[in-house]
């Protein structure tokens, strides 16, 4: 039976939504819960863990935990620019797979609430903890970072690989 939402095909866009939509269905999630350790690599540890458990379409559910340094790329800019001290981790979103390059935004605020966040690099040194949940898509999906011609990036392309019987 062909899956519905709405009338429609999952997966047929219409020309309005094509630009914002890249790809939609239906899939079950599996949950990984980690907790990274003191001085440990916030962005290292994560694509170890993607790689060991060969998740190939996950996302960041949740994360919470402290940092002591943070190395970040804010919008727009070219170097990175690296922050010390005591940080709050209160936002970590993006995506990740096997197959695709970690695309990871963090939000931070130090011990007077001022807020910082970007792009995590390499070099986001864990404090006492992060807590991460880590959702992995089901249902055959997958995650790559193909070149956009248009941004010139490594953008998002989700796809359903096929299974053979």
């Known amino acids: ?7 429609r095909r999952l997966g047929d866009l219409s020309p309005k939504m094509a630009p914002s939509v890249a790809f939609a269905a239906r899939a079950t999630a599996l949950v990984h819960v980690l907790r990274l350790r003191p001085g440990a690599d916030l962005l290292v540890e994560l694509r170890e863990y993607v790689a060991r458990a060969g998740l190939r379409a996950s996302f960041v559910v949740t994360c919470v935990g402290s940092l002591t340094r943070a ?6 800019q070219s170097e990175a620019a690296v922050v010390t001290g005591h940080f709050e981790i209160c936002s970590l979103v993006g ?6 390059l970690p695309h990871l935004h963090i939000s931070l605020s130090d011990g007077k609430g001022a807020m910082v ?7 986001c ?14 249902e055959g999906l997958t995650f790559t970072r193909p070149v956009d011609p248009e ?10 690989r096929c299974s053979i019987a």
């Open 1 to 7: 039976m062909e899956a519905k939402e709405n009338g």
């Open 71 to 76: 190395t970040l790329r804010y919008a727009n």
């Open 95 to 100: 995506t990740m797979g096997r197959d695709a």
């Open 117 to 123: 966040g970007g792009h995590v690099l390499e070099g």
């Open 125 to 138: 040194t864990i404090y006492t903890t992060a807590e991460v949940v880590l959702g992995e898509c089901g």
């Open 151 to 160: 941004t010139t990036w490594d953008e998002l392309h989700a796809s359903k």
